[in-house]
């Protein structure tokens, strides 16, 4: 183990670990606001359990450290990165390779920035208060349709949702790359694996907001 | 054809460098890059540009790596108009022809770009980096005693496949120059790759692969974030799942100390 995290696929290890957390964390995610569009009794219910299991109690903070850990990473990396070619090139690189590839730092800045106005809308209200000894919002699903049915809100949360789409389109194979576990025959299934995964989370998100814009009364 | 070409010209390692303009014509669409850029160079000696002696305010001709020139050495280089080797698959910049282009094109050439290969002058980079790396590691060692048989050790044909696709790696330095990253990993991937497929080189290559691992790092090269494309741009195609298993070799090497 001496020094691995010091050396550039010992970081990388790093930032594909913590990415594959956030990546089951997100299908858990997903499957909760699901509920919402179900019923407002249903999203209620998977709000109560999201307030009082204990495992999930005990796994918000390691969500939490998971995020950090994925930013100072990908912070760390991309100085290192940046600093291995110091005189840039006058024309602009021509090689093939995807936009969600090349971009992946600039994609979780914009998903970074997003993640902050959404916990204030949502999880600030919600469970947070619940750590903190607060009082919660008495009807999550009134929270969720008041914020949702706005367009503004709602179009910014699609803007957000298909930039996470790209970074989740090169993030998924790029993670089982990194641990070594792909080949000459499993890369092309891993990048297929990829874009199915980013598009179901991506549709379950995009289905909320556009439920409540649309059909909310 | 006739041809605008702006080139990177650096008088030395330390120099500043900028790109100056020149104007190449009667260019047959038949003859390779390298070779118009021979002809530009004749252009300029004529013009009364020493190609030894270069005074002041007088570049000379321009500096360019070139050597087999039929694709196999791994000397020649550049970045021709966004793309290392230039606007072609699975060549080195030596077997580009001018087809490619289209008469009145302006070309941009530039060296690569790395922190692990300085500009030594004008086009010319010192890719000595590579080197280092390989004597981290890239060898199997060979104790001296009688010459044991050929094929004594049965090597399955698909292995023995893969581990040559990752040796036709020439060090040429597309990758590293091409990757957003300026990362080495593919060169890096490739060795450790096909010496960790055969029986010979299985036996040392959890060490392989830790110290040229470090060596990379130490050099300056950047990080790997699954781009692909120093794939795309290496002139002997050499594929990311290669760079898999450098990362399964490094890894697995380095939990179990």
């Not at chain 1, 690189?93 to 971009?103: D, G």
């Not at chain 1, 179009?155 to 790359?177: D, P, R, T």
């Not at chain 2, 550049?78 to 008469?103: E, S, V, W």
Request: glycine share 6%; proline share 4%.
């Amino acid at each position: 183990m001496a020094n691995i995290f010091s050396s550039s696929i010992g970081k990388k290890f790093v930032m594909s670990i913590s990415g594959a957390f956030l990546l089951v964390f997100l299908l858990l995610h997903a499957s909760i606001n699901l509920a919402a569009v179900a019923s407002e009794e249903a999203y209620n219910m998977a709000c109560h359990f999201m307030d009082t299991n204990i495992l999930i109690q005990i796994m918000v903070p390691v969500l939490a450290l998971g995020f950090v850990v994925h930013i100072v990473y990908a912070i760390i990396l991309t100085l290192h990165n940046m600093k291995a070619r110091p005189v840039k090139y006058a024309v602009g690189n021509q090689a093939e390779a995807t936009f969600a590839s090349r971009n992946m730092f600039v994609l979780g800045l914009i998903v970074l920035g997003f993640l902050t106005i959404h916990l204030s809308h949502f999880w600030a209200k919600m469970q947070l208060q619940h750590f903190v000894g607060g009082t919660a919002t008495e009807n999550p699903y009134l929270l969720v349709k008041t914020t949702l049915s706005n367009p503004a809100n709602a179009i910014m949360y699609l803007v957000w949702i298909w930039a996470l789409w790209f970074h989740l389109s090169h993030g998924f194979w790029s993670a089982f790359q990194t641990l070594g576990a792909s080949n000459q025959i499993w890369i092309p299934r891993l990048k297929v694996a990829s874009y199915i995964y980013a598009t179901i989370i991506a549709v379950s998100f995009t289905i909320v907001p556009l439920y409540f814009v649309l059909f909310a009364k | 054809m006739n041809l605008t070409l702006k080139i990177w010209r650096q008088a030395n390692a330390k120099a500043r460098g900028a790109f100056e303009t020149y104007n190449v014509s009667d260019i047959s669409p038949d003859s390779s890059f390298l070779e118009m850029l021979d002809i530009l160079n004749l252009q300029l000696v004529r013009a009364g540009k020493d190609p030894v002696v270069v005074e002041k305010g007088c570049r000379g001709p321009v500096a360019f790596d070139h050597d087999c020139r039929e694709g196999i050495c791994g000397m020649c280089s550049l970045y021709i108009n966004g793309r290392a080797h230039g606007p072609d698959d699975d060549i080195t910049t030596c077997q580009l022809h001018m087809r490619k282009f289209k008469d009145g094109d302006t070309i941009t050439i530039e060296p690569w770009r790395s922190a692990g290969f300085p500009v030594v002058k004008d086009l010319v980079v010192d890719r000595g980096a590579y080197d280092k790396i390989l004597q981290a590691g890239g060898f199997i060692s060979v104790n001296t005693g009688g010459v044991p048989d050929a094929n004594a050790i049965p090597i399955p044909k698909p292995k023995a496949d893969e581990s040559m696709d990752a040796a036709a790696c020439i060090g040429c330095g597309a990758c590293a120059a091409t990757c957003k990253n300026g990362s080495a990993m593919l060169f890096v991937a490739a060795r450790v790759s096909s010496l960790a497929l055969l029986p010979q080189g299985k036996m040392e290559a959890a060490r392989r692969a830790k110290a040229m691992v470090a060596k990379m790092d130490e050099l300056g090269f950047g990080a790997c974030t699954n781009t692909q494309a120093c794939e795309a741009e290496c002139p002997k195609g050499i594929s990311v799942a290669h760079i898999a298993r450098l990362n399964r070799e490094f890894l697995s090497a380095k939990l179990k100390d």
